[in-house]
């Protein structure tokens, strides 16, 4: 074609030489669309998209002028655009920067020409190029061009003068040319996009206004499909913010109708975002469609197939730089554009194909018609818009709803229409080859689908009234494979390896995919429990064809919805329960919510996860639901508790429970990540990188999250993400209350989601101290005594109450099925290097807890108490109570051999009450063992009750707890404990050595014995028997006198001063009346051994006045544990005889160390003092130990 002839003087001349107006003043923009056809050789050649140039041949001749030119083409091979123009030096091609055009697709490319101001010293002209609306990197600097006013445009080929002189070498390829736009102007970078997004079988741009192509949805809906096919790198999501509009992502006549139509966010027309691009007829230069084409017979001697193309500019008369019609030469170049969709939109819409969706009588009919509704929609803006603002499909999904006759057919097309890149045809031909590879998944469903990497979500209206309408298709009546295929779709949308991941998620998320998502799931779970019933119910002999007791469970049943339950004992240490459907849910939701995250989601999944446990006791009749595991029961109550079977409500529990610890640990990885990936390269060390989590299990890597535990000290706020990591914690710590958790706890009636539950508190508790504090102002674990310790025997609980109280991070200890002792402290000896310094932080911050029954040991010993109980039963669980209990206490006793801060935390209440506690229960046992024993060896009762009246002449009563009565060859411990040989007895051992491990710590290695025993006498249960308190004594008072008896032997100067103090603590129980006959004789027992070890020399290491002041005490505390012990062998009562072995033992220790009870400090100076206030003399005003009073 040629351009117009009005041209104006040259700014860049001095010769007055006339160029083409927009050279000069405004600049040109030049827009086309262009099509490669998909070639099997050499991609090779040059596509020529403009090329203006002055006249060449007899008419550059006789008037002489130079030859001007601007020429652009494509370089198939190189991918990259090319500008060549007369003003380049040594006639040097200038390139943009690489742009892959993808072959068979349509691109949109738009080249500005920006002439150079005048002033202006360089005089550069700038050359931008748009492609699919979006910028290029760099722009072409270029010389000015004078092209005279009569220069010609050439489309497809090099102006005839590059192509004479050889300038542009290579073939022509074949390629399509859609509509060609050149206006007057400079159009911006969104005039650019919204060319793009009008498509390019629209020719509307070409009238001015358009009345049929306003909406923003349908308009999005067509530009997210043409940006997938584009071969964009990255996600349509990029795309969108490379343009600038990514609001579109939005778009959606749903979204609208959620934001109100007073909100102008939620309008749905371009206008919002800038996209409603009108064409000025003033500065058309010129427009050609093909459907302008007229036939056009050439002048001359030599015959071409040619046809004229209508500049649809020149309607305009007041154009003055409008150009001429174009001449089109080859045969059959020139096709009409028009399509299928085109014929729908002017014979009224896809409105009119919804009769043959209406007339269908199967599946196979029904998919064909929404087939042809989705080809007429394809890319199409008018006829989308026509179902979704104009209510075509809120019509389609009453057509189908009255259908009831959806199968997988019919839901692959409705897919279709709200997903691009999903082919029906392929994901058929896909599942025919798996069924005859025989690989086919649960249920027939494959997990992964061909090419759903390309997938993307386009429609938003589609999948609302379509697919996500619970009233299109019933879950109850159609079984489990059509809900299974639509998350299998739902999950390939957003699969890790989908480039349009993020889109897809978010645009999903717009959607409600998450309440929807769990409300499948709740519905799929109640379905499965009505399944299982019935199949109980099937087994069952109702006689006479009685019609069975649940009719909905029979339904469920038949419909397919039935599938083999998971042990609970699997599944409580991180096995998968292998449910397709409910795997699917978690799946879905997990990735979607990795993109996108409200306090919203939270409480709804909290929501569904506490609905839950309505789920499972509603199937606890008939099946191996309900209280599986017999929680509250004696084990020989329970049967065959390891094949105790999970209930489909408690599945879904669990996987709920799952993907919140998921959510937690891969949100903070994600702020961490984001962290390491800004601070660049530089001499710190990397961190590990951080992988994707899966709940339930261990996760070695998670460094921030180990460091959150120090809440103590700055180390943990010494990470540049730690405020934000924080933040992101405290969003769950607010949905995530104490009270959730117990509720959780209080309601789970098996082991597999309570260990998931109490795992999931701990988590929170290490790593976020708003939760924390929460948690302690709640009661701490105080609550949860009657709910955990029924699952004492649980490997997983178990492991997570060690890991708090031994300050080891959850997610650094993997899941066991059985707690082996060895294994147990291998494991936490290769954490004790972190241990020691989380323990070191928080000493100084470690505040005593107003009562010890709220903190982690008391719970742990209450769940170590019903371990001994459960222990002398010889069945499975007996021996999963006496393996815990092995492993736990062998581990806790060799972490206080070699972690300092479990060392110092035994020396507090927090530690000290609840092993207390738990021996005297450990006592109770043994007493009651020994009390039906006795009963069972008796032909008659010792004791009658004679109602006539009390016999004043009857004979004195054996004192209770009377020397004589105590058995020699025994201790305490083997008495009221065990023996280590005891087998299914001795559970109680172990507890008994960690005592002693306390105890002699205290006594060898620091000052504060006494205070320490003094607690531990003090810390037995309000509610517990005299039998049992004196049982606690016993054994107590037996190891403080080993634990004694061996520090002195060392001769250390702090164990002597610490065993005088326990002395003097046994002592002040002993005045206090606690004790009887047997621990009063071991009291003195100790006392003498402290005393002759003093007196023997057994002190070398001592001072000579270090020794006598110790000597003198130990004296006066002999004496008075002697005193004392004779007075209580006086009869206390008329009918009491009193304890005469007692009186003897006592007197006999007293003769056999009579010398050493009398020694007093001799000598003067300054020991006179010390000896007035040993003998009790009235100077000195005060006395170490008070005298009891006569009559106590």
């Not at 194909?353 to 199967?362: D, F, G, K, Y």
């Not at 958790?741 to 309570?754: D, K, N, V, Y």
């Not at 109450?801 to 650094?812: D, F």
Request: hydrophobic residues 40%; glycine residues 8%; negative net charge.
């Amino acid at each position: 074609t040629g351009l117009a002839n009005a041209g104006t003087v040259s700014p860049f001349s001095n010769t007055g030489e006339r160029i083409w107006t927009p050279l000069a003043i405004t600049g040109f923009s030049y827009a086309t669309w262009i099509r490669i056809p998909r070639q099997t050789g050499n991609d090779t050649g040059n596509i020529f998209l403009l090329d203006i140039s002055s006249p060449y041949g007899s008419h550059a001749e006789a008037t002489g002028a130079s030859i001007e030119y601007l020429s652009i083409w494509f370089d198939i091979k190189q991918q990259r655009f090319t500008v060549l123009s007369s003003t380049s030096a040594r006639r040097e091609p200038t390139w943009f920067p690489v742009s892959p055009l993808r072959q068979g697709v349509w691109h949109h490319v738009v080249v500005t020409y920006l002439p150079a101001k005048r002033g202006v010293i360089a005089r550069k002209a700038t050359l931008g190029l748009f492609v699919d609306g979006r910028p290029l990197e760099a722009d072409v600097r270029l010389d000015n061009i004078s092209l005279p006013p009569n220069a010609s445009v050439y489309i497809g080929v090099p102006n005839p003068y590059l192509a004479v002189n050889a300038v542009v070498k290579g073939s022509l390829p074949l390629w399509d040319l859609g509509p060609t736009l050149m206006l007057s102007t400079i159009i911006s970078n969104l005039d650019a996009t919204a060319f793009f997004m009008s498509g390019p079988d629209f020719p509307g741009a070409f009238w001015g206004d358009r009345p049929q192509r306003l909406s923003l949805a349908a308009t999005g809906t067509a530009a997210f499909a043409m940006l997938a096919e584009s071969g964009e790198q990255g996600s349509v999501a990029g795309a969108l913010r490379r343009r600038e509009v990514h609001r579109l992502e939005a778009a959606g006549t749903v979204n609208r109708m959620r934001l109100g139509p007073g909100n102008r966010q939620g309008s749905d027309s371009l206008s919002v975002l800038g996209l409603l691009y009108m064409v000025p007829p003033e500065n058309l230069v010129f427009g050609y469609i093909a459907s302008s084409a007229i036939p056009h017979v050439s002048k001359g001697t030599k015959g071409h197939y040619s046809r004229r193309i209508l500049n649809m500019g020149r309607v305009n008369a007041s154009n003055g730089t409008v150009s001429a019609d174009a001449i089109v030469y080859g045969v059959g170049s020139v096709a009409s554009p028009y399509c299928f969709a085109d014929n729908v939109q002017w014979v009224g819409g896809p409105s009119i194909l919804m009769p043959i969706v209406n007339a269908a009588r199967s599946t196979r009919s029904l998919a064909l018609a929404l087939r042809l509704i989705r080809e007429s929609v394809h890319r199409h803006p008018p006829n989308l818009e026509m179902l979704q603002l104009g209510g075509g499909y809120r019509m389609l999904g009453i057509l189908l709803s009255q259908k009831k006759i959806m199968d997988a057919g019919v839901i692959d097309q409705c897919f279709a229409l709200a997903v691009h890149g999903f082919m029906p045809h392929i994901i058929q031909d896909h599942e025919v080859n798996m069924m005859n590879s025989s690989m086919s998944s649960t249920l027939g469903v494959p997990q992964t689908w061909p090419y759903s990497e390309r997938w993307v979500f386009t429609d938003l209206d589609a999948m609302k009234y379509l697919l996500l309408n619970h009233q299109v298709w019933d879950m109850k009546n159609s079984g489990p494979d059509l809900p299974l295929r639509l998350l299998s779709f739902f999950n390939g949308l957003v699969a890790q390896d989908s480039a349009q991941k993020a889109f897809n998620s978010r645009r999903l998320h717009m959607l409600g995919i998450v309440r929807w998502t769990l409300h499948l799931m709740l519905e799929a779970a109640e379905l499965f429990t009505l399944g299982e019933i019935g199949v109980s119910q099937a087994e069952q002999d109702y006689g006479d064809g009685s019609t069975p007791p649940n009719s909905n469970a029979a339904a469920a049943m038949n419909s397919g919805w039935y599938c083999v339950a998971p042990l609970v004992a699997s599944t409580s240490v991180g096995g998968d329960p292998d449910n397709a459907m409910l795997q699917g849910c978690k799946t879905l939701l997990r990735r979607v919510l990795t993109f996108m995250l409200t306090p919203s989601d939270l409480e709804a999944i909290a929501e569904a996860t506490v609905y839950s446990i309505a789920i499972t006791t509603s199937g606890s009749s008939g099946v191996s639901g309900g209280k599986q595991q017999g929680a509250g029961k004696l084990p020989n109550e329970m049967e065959n508790p390891n094949e105790a079977k999970l209930m489909p409500g408690a599945v879904a529990r669990v996987y709920l429970l799952r993907l919140i610890e998921e959510l937690v640990v891969d949100g903070v990885n994600e702020i961490i990540a984001s962290a390491m990936e800004s601070s660049g390269e530089g001499d710190a060390p990397a961190e590990p990188t951080l992988q994707a989590h899966i709940g339930g299990g261990a996760s070695t890597n998670q460094s921030y999250l180990t460091t959150a535990m120090m809440r103590g000290s700055s180390a943990a706020r010494k990470h540049p993400k730690h405020q934000q990591a924080q933040a992101f914690l405290s969003a769950f710590a607010g949905v995530l209350t104490p009270v959730w958790f117990a509720c959780l706890l209080e309601g789970c009636h098996e082991e597999a989601s309570a260990s998931a539950v109490f795992r999931l508190m701990i988590l929170m508790l290490q790593s976020s101290p708003m939760f924390a504090e929460a948690f302690e102002a709640a009661g701490g674990f105080a609550p949860l005594v009657l709910s955990i310790p029924k699952y004492s025997t649980c490997p997983s609980i178990a492991m997570s109450m060690l890991s708090q109280l031994l300050q080891v991070h959850i997610l650094h200890l993997p899941c066991l099925g059985v707690l082996d002792a060895d294994l147990l402290c291998e494991i936490f000896d290769s954490e004790t290097e972190a241990v020691e310094s989380i323990g070191r932080a928080r000493s100084g911050s470690r505040a005593s807890s107003s009562d010890p029954s709220c903190g982690i040991f008391a719970l742990l010993a209450e769940c170590l108490g019903r371990n001994i109980q459960l222990a002398p039963f010889d069945n499975d669980v007996g021996w999963k109570a006496r393996q815990t209990n092995k492993a736990v206490l062998q581990l806790l006793s060799q972490q206080h051999q070699v972690s300092k801060a479990f060392r110092d935390f035994c020396r507090t209440p927090d530690f000290l009450e609840p092993l207390a506690q738990a021996l005297c229960l450990v006592h109770d046992e043994k007493l009651q063992r020994m009390q039906k024993q006795d009963q069972q060896g008796e032909t008659e009762p010792s004791d009658t009750f004679q109602p006539e009246g009390i016999d004043c002449a009857r004979p004195k009563a054996t004192r209770r707890g009377s020397l004589k009565m105590v058995p020699s060859d025994v201790t305490p411990t083997e008495r009221f404990v065990g023996c280590p040989d005891e087998g299914m007895g001795s559970s109680g051992i172990g507890m008994v050595h960690l005592l002693h491990l306390v105890l002699q710590h205290a006594v060898v290695s620091g000052p504060f014995a006494a205070p320490l025993v003094n607690a531990l006498f003090r810390s037995f249960p309000i509610h517990a028997s005299p039998e049992q308190v004196e049982a606690f004594h016993l054994v107590l008072i037996e190891h403080c006198r080993d634990v004694v008896e061996s520090s002195l032997e060392t001769g250390e100067s702090i164990a002597i001063a610490n065993c005088i103090g326990v002395s003097s603590v046994v002592l002040d129980r002993l005045m206090a009346g606690f004790f009887t006959s047997e621990p009063i004789l071991e009291a003195t027992k100790m006392i003498i051994a402290t005393l002759k070890c003093l007196t023997n020399g057994g002190a070398g290491s001592l001072g000579s006045a270090e020794l006598t002041l110790l000597a003198a005490d130990a004296a006066h505390l002999a004496r008075l544990i002697c005193i004392t012990a004779l007075q209580r062998c006086r009869p206390m009562s008329t009918y009491d005889e009193g304890d005469d072995e007692l009186k003897t033992a006592v007197l006999c220790i007293i003769a056999a160390n009579i010398e050493s009870l009398l020694i007093v400090p001799t000598g003067g100076g300054q020991q006179t003092p010390r000896k007035q206030t040993l003998m009790g003399s009235s100077n000195s005003g005060t006395s170490l130990f008070p005298t009891p009073s006569p009559s106590s």
